[in-house]
Structure formats: structure tokens, C-alpha cells
């Protein structure tokens, strides 16, 4: 059941959950999630100067409307705005993309191109909201969140098998000499090597190769 936030009684404050909770404002949201969207997949590298301009310029108006909604859900709820889930949500995707977008404005980005790259991949979770619009599709988002700890228990167990397996590789093969598919990376001869080469095993990546050099 989604818990509700209570209304605020201050006049100003009871005037910004107004906003925040009308159907107009909700909508105006979802269209600019949904505008959002296709910017964000209408992105091609090399792409052309003039659209990177024009993408950028639109990529700054969505955060001015994010952080805008954040704020007067913030100014309207107060305290109560960090007891649903919905807005921290909503929360940790506007600030990672803050954070984003001010170290690419100070020009920190040189050394933090990876993190700052993941960061803004994380606007990509501003789709989850239009999708929980969707009464069929809550449905099976509540099904998966009601198989996660099944999920962990099968991956407990095969951690576990990749445990073991690792430590009896490192007995067996610990001595093997590196060639094209063994390597300083991919080897028993550490166990974090041996955890690496059995990932690449269970995913099939040149299996075979593993496998004439383990057995020559």
C-alpha cells in the first residue's frame, strides 16, 4: 500500500503540496520525463555539433524543472518528504545528476570521467516514474521486488559453487603457464585471479581456449 503524505497546515506550505500533488503538475512531470527520455536516447557518438548544443541546452532546462519539483516538495513536506520512498528516489536521481553536471562545470571531469559518466547515466531511472503510472506494470515491478531474496538465495549458492571451484583450481592449475587465454589477470595462481577466470567461464568467453591451455 503507498503511504500518503499528510497536508501541511501552513498557508504558504498547503499552497506547494497543492501544486505538488494536482493532476496538471503530475502531468507537466511525467511529459517532461517522457521529453527527458527521448533526448537521452536520441544521443550519438560522433554527433553533430549543433544537437550536442541544443541537447545540452535541454538537458539544463530538465534539471532547473527536476530540482524545482524536488524543492517544493522539500519546502511543502519538510521532514516528511524523506519518509517515502517515491522522493528519495526522486532525490538521488536529481542530486547524482547535480553532482554531475557542477563537476563537469569546474572541469573536474578530466580525472572523474567514469564517475561522472555514471552519474548521469542515472537519469535514466526518471523512466521508472512513468512507469509506475502503469497499474499492470506496478504489478510486475511488485512481483520482482517479491522474488529478490529468492534471487539472492540462488546467488548466494552459486558465489558459494565459485568458492569452492576457485580453491580447487588454484590446486589443480595453480602452475599452468601463462599463454594467449591465461594471463597476470586470468589465472589460479591468486584466488581473486581464479574468482575472475570462473566468471569468464560461467559467461562462455573462450571457453575453449581456457581449456586446451589448462590441459596441456
Keep these: 500500500m503507498v503511504r500518503k503524505a499528510e497536508r501541511p497546515e501552513d498557508f504558504w506550505r498547503l499552497k506547494a ?8 503538475f503530475n502531468n507537466s512531470i511525467m511529459a517532461v520525463i517522457a521529453l527527458n527520455t527521448v533526448v537521452m536516447a536520441s544521443n550519438s557518438y560522433p554527433g553533430h555539433e549543433r544537437l550536442e548544443l541544443v541537447f545540452g541546452f535541454l538537458n539544463r532546462i530538465f534539471a532547473v524543472v527536476f530540482n524545482f519539483e524536488m524543492i517544493v516538495k522539500l519546502y511543502a513536506l519538510r521532514e516528511e518528504y524523506f519518509n517515502l520512498p517515491a522522493n528519495l528516489f526522486d ?5 547524482s545528476a547535480d553532482i554531475g553536471a557542477i563537476v563537469e562545470a569546474l572541469g573536474l571531469s578530466g580525472g572523474l570521467s567514469a564517475a561522472v559518466t555514471i552519474l548521469r547515466a542515472f537519469r535514466a531511472l526518471r523512466i521508472v516514474r512513468l512507469l509506475k503510472r502503469n497499474k499492470e506494470v506496478q504489478v510486475i515491478v511488485q512481483a520482482l521486488v517479491g522474488i529478490v531474496p529468492k534471487v539472492m538465495n540462488v546467488m548466494s549458492l552459486f558465489v558459494l ?3 569452492i571451484f576457485a580453491c580447487v583450481g588454484i590446486n589443480l592449475f595453480a ?3 601463462h599463454g594467449e587465454a591465461i594471463d597476470d589477470r586470468f589465472n589460479f595462481q591468486t584466488f581473486g585471479g581464479a574468482m575472475a577466470t570462473l566468471m569468464r567461464f560461467a559467461t562462455g ?3 575453449s581456449s581456457y581449456m586446451f591451455e589448462l590441459t596441456r
Excluded: H, N, R
Design 161 to 163: 559453487a565459485l568458492y
Design 91 to 95: 532525490m538521488f536521481i536529481v542530486v
Design 17 to 24: 503540496f497543492e501544486l505538488t500533488e494536482s493532476e496538471t
Design 175 to 177: 602452475k599452468v603457464k
Design 205 to 207: 568467453d573462450g571457453w
